[in-house]
């Protein structure tokens, strides 16, 4: 009870939510709260964020097999892109859900050098709007979050370059609507500048 009315008093003056938001979790994150997942996103969806991405940062995609009846469950909230191994899958409809299990952003970018190349692209010819093309990920989040005080992954290097990053001190199990408000109303109060 105390809680709901926490989250109405955070709510009250919230007016400038951002469109794209990535939470970057770790594979333990997502092993000991796996849950959360469908539940941070319904959260992004009830407010009326436009889409919303979950890296988990992983060596081994295999180890979180277990976890994917409750990501692949996302669909049933909005438009779910899980992109697992060398797979990409897309189910549901409603607000994007993106979960990427695994995956590198240094790795994206040596991957669209080497389609670059293949396709035999005049060097001379590349520029940043060529490189976006050939990215693995078409998303810029305007705010990335991350939970338990870990150091980020190189997960969308390249596409957050101007996100707004917020680092909450409580771990990915014990995440509540309340800290995610709280991440909210800190991307509110910041004067973006987009590299300027």
Known sequence: MIYRLYEKYLLRDLSTLPQQICFMITEQDMLDAPGNLCLAAQWCRDLGIGSVMFHISTADPARLARCLPLIRAVSSIGRLTLHYRDEKEVSGEGMHVTVAIGKSGREEIACCVRRMAEDGIDPASVDEDLLESYLTFDYEPDLVIKTGGDHLTDFLIWQSVYSELF??????????????????????????????
């Open 167 to 196: 680092f909450l001190d409580v771990n990915w199990a014990l995440l509540r609507k309340v800290d995610f408000i709280r991440a909210l109303r800190d991307f509110q109060s910041r004067a973006r500048r987009f590299g300027r």
